[in-house]
């Protein structure tokens, strides 16, 4: 049973900007108050520059790692940033199992030193309605898929982040309602586009713990809450997996999560989206949201002939 049957909060009742405009950056790093400040030290990665960038302007920095979601560290935008010092990510396994002719189990060592990091400015469109632009750097979880050999009968993928109360207050709380770990999927053809990212980085250094740290999925297409973060389990199956917001309140959030400003959330609009870290006179900006967040000319082919307001 679920305690709160919705424990997202209105797009109008999330906390005011303002609240993160006395926080320092820590781009360009390591002041004596950053590395004091940050549960690990960034480090660098070598990355090159990847397609599918255009011409966004990143959100910056300080957004990008004081507005989140990581419920497994509390409910509110600041408490991921606030509340995961205690999170120690390293050392770190990913398998890849399920419906695979070659089980892979990676160290994070060996990915965070790949020739293939990439980076990806994306756009990312939370299904609360706000959104923000992200460089990430991180490796196209299509060539990570093929190095595993999926068997013919896999039909779709499930990821699973960290199960570490110990680590994660929120894994103590009832509150969310969810049920741990928090558990995503795709269809393998999601799966395998080009776009599709595990990422490792932001802005060019280690993913901050808040950020889904040491390794998160990346669908730019989507909504924000299919790019489960802390993943340590990929799975192969021949059967579309359970994931965590669908199983809250399947009315609101489906499976697909395509970001579609046509197709209302129960609740409100997806037409707009608050720009995040931007400015005006009466607060953040908003802008229209764009059928598969802008991404449709390398997605929407995915979705031939199917109902989008159904498949939802
Ligand atoms: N494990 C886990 N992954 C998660 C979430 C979460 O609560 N737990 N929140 C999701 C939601 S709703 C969004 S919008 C994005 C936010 O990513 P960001 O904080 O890096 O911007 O992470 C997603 N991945
Ligand atoms: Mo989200």
């Not at 900007?17 to 480090?43: P, W």
Request: negative net charge.
């Amino acid at each position: 049973m679920v305690l709160f049957r919705y424990p997202r909060p209105l797009p109008s009742e999330i906390t005011p900007k303002e609240m993160y405009l006395s926080r320092r950056s820590l781009i360009g790093g390591a002041t004596a108050l950053g590395a004091l400040t940050t549960a690990a030290r960034a480090a660098a990665l070598q990355t090159h520059s990847g397609p599918y960038s255009g011409s966004l302007t990143p959100t910056p920095h300080d957004d990008v790692t004081h507005y989140n979601n990581f419920y497994e560290f509390g409910m509110d935008k600041g408490d991921p940033a606030a509340h995961s010092q205690d999170f120690h990510p390293l050392p770190w396994t990913l398998e890849i199992t399920g419906l695979v002719r070659k089980p892979v189990r990676l160290d994070i060592d060996q990915l965070l030193h790949s020739p293939a990091i990439e980076e990806r400015i994306y756009r990312m469109r939370c299904v609360e309605a706000w959104s923000m632009v992200i460089p990430w750097d991180g490796i196209p979880l299509a060539s990570l898929l093929k190095d595993a050999d999926p068997d013919p009968k896999a039909t779709h993928v499930a990821f699973e982040s960290v199960l570490r109360p110990s680590e994660m207050p929120g894994q103590n709380e009832g509150l969310s309602g969810i049920q741990w770990p928090y558990v995503e999927g795709l269809r393998l053809d999601e799966a395998m586009n080009p776009l599709t990212l595990l990422a490792l980085g932001i802005y060019g250094e280690t993913l901050p713990n808040q950020n889904g740290a040491p390794i998160r999925l990346v669908v730019p297409w989507k909504y924000g809450f299919k790019g489960i973060k802390s993943i340590q389990r990929i799975r192969l199956l021949d059967h579309e997996p359970p994931t965590t917001w669908n199983r809250l309140a399947s009315d609101e959030y489906g499976f697909y999560a395509n970001v579609n400003p046509q197709v209302d959330h129960p609740r409100w609009s997806q037409a707009t989206e608050r720009v995040i870290g931007s400015h005006s006179l009466f607060g953040a900006t908003r802008q229209p949201t764009l059928m598969f967040n802008g991404y449709g000319e390398q997605v929407a082919d995915l979705y031939r002939g199917m109902d989008l307001r159904k498949n939802f």
